[in-house]
Structures are given as structure tokens and as C-alpha cells.
């Protein structure tokens, strides 16, 4: 099955990023399907971006509120650090979605603390480290999570690193994403 093209026009002071909002594409995704842009930081008005529907759209992955507090910005951000520290950009910011896609998820509780805080579910929470501060990086990648790359780790509820990992009841869980050590699962 052909996905669907898409073509924008990019128009005067227009952010690349709120194309990408717009398609539920993720930003990588864009300058695909032999678009001129080689660089999506250089972009120019008039100049012509076309996509594909991303796979990873709204109608795959739960709707997710929009307005978090700080305190729950920062205590996903802990989590990522303590979870993704040596991990790639984008392996942080999917780490982030996870915990974003349980708590739009009816299988799992309905607010950052209390998936982070559910029994046995992350392994920093279970060793203290979710105590300890979020690094700048971290912070970033949770806000990206939240708004540009929401739909990166769309339908993923879990993530592992089967080098490491104690349990493997995650093997048999459909692989959604790998980034870096982390194999992402629905």
C-alpha cells in the first residue's frame, strides 16, 4: 500500500517544526520523496516540502493532554536521565514518549507520576536514581517529546535493553523502534 504525498509551501517566517505538527510527521521525516531541501534548518519561503503520511500518526498512538506542570516535566526528565543517559538524543526523547503513550494508554495509570511510580515498571525508581537531577539534555528531550516528537515511539509501552536486561518477557512483545542500546516494544 502507497502512502499518501503530501506537498507545503513554505510560507514567510514559517517553522519547520509546525509542518511536521501539522502532517503528525515526524520531522525526519520530512524532505523525502525528492524534495529540494537538503538541510531542514535552511530553509526558504516558496520553497517546497513533500512528505509522507507518517505511519506514526494520531489515529496510531493515543491522544495525550497537552499542558504538563513543571514538577511533572521534571520528574520525566529524572526518569529519562536516569533511564537514557548514554543513549542517543532521539533514544531520550523516546523514552519520554513511553512514559507519554501510558499515560494516554487505559492499561496503565493516568498521570506521569503515577506510571513512573508503578510497581516495578523502572528499574531508576527501584535504585534511587530517579532522585537525582535532570541534566539539561534530558529536559529537552521530555519538551520535544511533548510537542515535536510526540509520535517518534507512537505505539511503544515499553523499552528495554536486552544486553542488560534481567527478564525477557519483553522478547516476545512486537519490536516498534531501536535507538542506540534500547529496543522500544508495544
Known sequence: MVSPVHASII?????????????????????????PIQNLDLIYAGEMVHTIKSEASP????????????????????????????????????????????VASPKFPDTIKEVIYQKNQFQPVMNGKINQPADQESIQAVHEAINEHRYLAADSL???????????????RATTLVIGNHVFKK
Open 59 to 102: 489515529s496510531n498512538a493515543p491522544e495525550i493532554k497537552v499542558g504538563y506542570s513543571k514538577r511533572e516535566i521534571d520528574l520525566l526528565a529524572r526518569l529519562v536521565r536516569a533511564e537514557a543517559e548514554i543513549e542517543p538524543f532521539r533514544g531520550k526523547i523516546a523514552v519520554a514518549c513511553v512514559v507519554l503513550n501510558r
Open 158 to 172: 515499553y523499552f528495554y535493553n536486552p544486553d542488560i536486561a534481567t527478564s525477557r518477557w519483553l522478547d516476545s
Open 11 to 35: 510560507q514567510r517566517d514559517e517553522i519547520i517544526s509546525n509542518i511536521s505538527r501539522e502532517l503528525s510527521t515526524p520531522l525526519e521525516n520530512l524532505a523525502i520523496m525528492d524534495s
